[in-house]
């Protein structure tokens, strides 16, 4: 005998799950929203918010991206290696998700690029802060507000454990533990998984990408995200599909210290590895991923970005090359006393020497090689980058002591992926058919981006993570009604 009874269970209250309980409860199912932890949110309630393709924003802002597109370019991103019909079903739906949020009163700033070579598809929750981290929290607020008017029961600090099904395979309950440590039992037609995938767990990181956390793996670490809804899945007899990092590179400890110092670091000058050679075109360390990516091939799974003296000081006089809108201050003006900072305090990310070949020891980099690539780089600056073709306008002498290096190593948002969706957001099976009653949505079930994150397209974790929970409740609620 069940101790509470539904229409539908959503199992975790981030963008994903509180998505998915409002469309449910719109669509006119009872619903029961268990969420782990005191607050709703999860990850979300960081970041800035989610990607759509085709909104009234990008046509205001004249911006040239449409679905069609934005398919091809993520279908050749990723060699077809993910759901297109999903991937599709997500794209379509965007525009009128960002309306259907406006709806319940959230304000977008508009639609916006991460870096230069991504395109405007990342829409920025309005705040009464202005645009900056966190602003999708608003976005929450409002989501969980709407859920509570359209009668959505909400049980906070209560995780779900497990799912149950009939003698056929169909859903038929929720077992969760309640915020006193009881087990109870919760009987349902649907249940939906959105629990945000494991970059809380390090044993499950290690498990399933080979990271190990701490060591050479620095992702966002939301409690409760240990990886319950894959987990849930898998034991229902859900596929198992690749679970990844979604890629983010790591500026050791320098975020720790005034914005000056990250800010000027995180251009696109001089990166090497222990070698003292060079891996890529720093133009594309924009690209947290590529850069994230980048480290983890590099020995020891970290690679340094050098300046000099007169590089700080260009971007004193003239502003940095590249801003981001996660960093919407490219002030650099108080980089000296960054660094003060940083020696008073011991910290561990920024090194600071009065020669190349100090930096180099200090760092642990290859001398000769490091002197070689400085040599054939400053050439490089007044010609032609002869090695990975970087555009001129990037290319910065390294001239003046003292000179600066940050480590970076490879870092994440969260995992993504794990269980195996269709694009009605259905839990496939072994055989790849649906598990009748059993729905996921969000980073559990994000396996669109085959081995690397899509960042061209901004906004596109928390995007998935909206329109696959929405997707998720209107589907449980038409596979309720059907069985009736
Ligand atoms: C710093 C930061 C900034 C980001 N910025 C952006 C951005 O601007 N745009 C973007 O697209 N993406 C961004 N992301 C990624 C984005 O936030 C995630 O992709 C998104 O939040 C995933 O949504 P979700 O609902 O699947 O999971 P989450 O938001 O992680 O929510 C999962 C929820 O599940 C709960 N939970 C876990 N296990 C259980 C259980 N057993 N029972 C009940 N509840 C459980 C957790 O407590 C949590 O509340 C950012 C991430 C971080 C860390």
Redesign the pocket.
Known sequence: MADFETQVVV????????SAAVQAAEDGAEVIL????AA????????????AIGSKYQQRQMIDITVEKALNMFMEYTHYNVNGRLVKRYFEQSAETIEWLEDMGVEFEGAYKYFTKSEAT?H?VKTDQGIG?R??SFMNKALYARAQELGVTFMLE????KILQDEDGKVCGVV?MDKDGKEITIACKAAIL????GGANPEFIKEQTGYTFGVDMFN?A?????G??IR?AWEAGGHKVPVRI?AAANFEGIDELPQSVPNVLMQPNLLVDKHGKRVMDEEQMQNTTYLSNACSHAKGRVLYSIVDTSIVKYYMRNGVDEISMVRFDPDVSDFTEGVRIAEETGNKGLFKADSLEELAEKCGIDVDNLLETVDNYNDYCDGYDEEFFKRKKYLRPLTKAPYYAAAVRPGG??T?GGIDINENCEVLNNDLDPIPGLYA????A?NIYDDSYMFLL????????VNT?RIAGMQAVEYMDEED
């Open positions: 199992i975790a209250g981030g963008p994903a799950g509180l268990l969420e782990k932890n709703v949110g999860g990850a979300a309630n960081m970041g800035m918010g989610p990607l990342w920025i981290p602003a999708a209560t995780a779900g454990k969760a959105a629990c945000g995938g966002f939301i409690p409760g995200n240990v319950d809804g849930m979604e948002y969260g993504v949505a969000g980073a559990d994000c901004p906004g596109n974790s928390m995007g998935f993570a929970g």
